[in-house]
């Protein structure tokens, strides 16, 4: 009997219902062009927030078999370091799968990852992408990797055994990251650091991203997800990487004086 993760957000984060939340998935999804990437980051805030940025990443996105997506764990259940190898999310538009080949290949190549399920259980940050790959795609088989921060070398290794195991892999898949960016201060400083960080990402340099995060303060909360994410493209081979949309939560409610800043990024 597989383990069945039951939806944790779903009426808060997102709309409960599959024809609502169908319909506001498809609001938000952008036009295009879309491309085949290795990887993507996406924000997981409430969709009223974020989902603008998050449906413009997934618009451009040529979808693949399979994807690993990775997230920040901020309920602090679980190993540090989890991936769920094996079980269902109950989703309303349906349950999605872990896919149990995929998710072993990686486990058996690193020191770092536990094999753990309590970590996904009630954390938003994976949950919330799977809505816009369900509408985009139907069926969706993924990897779900929920990081506390393990340090440069733990990620690194991390990267280097997901990059691994897609490599063996027959199926197309991609590397997703879920973040957001700077939380809670002033925009024109939100929008400062946020760019900061950007710089280092887009020049796909996951340890430059992580010292630049910790040296300028900048409160991005799937930093970790993020360096991971960029590691495993560059041993696959990326080249290049593109900022797809970037805004912030003062942006909707028309508060800036304390702002969550959102980015979306595809790496091919």
């Known amino acids: 009997m597989s383990q069945v993760r039951q939806a944790a957000v779903a009426g808060q984060f997102y709309p409960g219902s599959a024809a609502e939340l169908e319909r506001e998935v498809k609001s938000m999804i952008g036009p295009g062009p879309v491309r085949r990437a290795i990887g993507a980051m996406a924000p997981h805030a409430g969709y009223v927030y974020s989902g603008e940025v998050a449906g413009a990443v997934y618009g451009a996105l040529a979808m693949p078999d399979l994807f690993v997506i990775l997230g920040p764990n901020h309920t602090g259940l679980g190993a540090s370091a989890s991936i769920m190898t094996s079980g269902i999310w109950r989703m ?25 399920d309590s970590a996904h259980s009630f954390e938003h940050s994976i949950e919330v992408q799977l809505p816009f790959l369900q509408y985009l795609k139907g069926k969706v088989s993924f990897v779900p990797i929920s990081l506390m921060m393990t340090g440069a070398a733990g990620l690194r290794e991390i990267g280097t055994a997901i990059a691994a195991a897609i490599a063996d892999e027959e199926r197309s898949v ?24 950007l710089e280092k990402l887009l020049d796909l340099d996951p340890d430059g991203l992580l010292e630049t995060v910790m040296a300028h303060h900048i409160s991005m909360c799937g930093v970790g997800p993020a360096t991971v994410m960029l590691h495993a493209c560059r041993e696959l081979g990326a080249t290049d990487a593109r900022l797809i949309k970037y805004a912030t939560s003062g942006d909707v409610s028309g508060d800036y004086s304390q702002v969550v800043g959102y980015a979306g990024v595809i790496v091919t």
């Open 174 to 197: 991609l590397i997703i990251a879920s973040s957001d960016m700077t939380h809670y201060e002033r925009q024109a400083e939100a929008q400062e650091k946020d760019r900061l960080a």
């Open 92 to 116: 309303p538009m349906g349950d999605v799968t872990v896919d149990e080949q995929l998710a072993k290949s990686i486990l058996s190549r690193s020191q770092v990852l536990a094999a753990d």
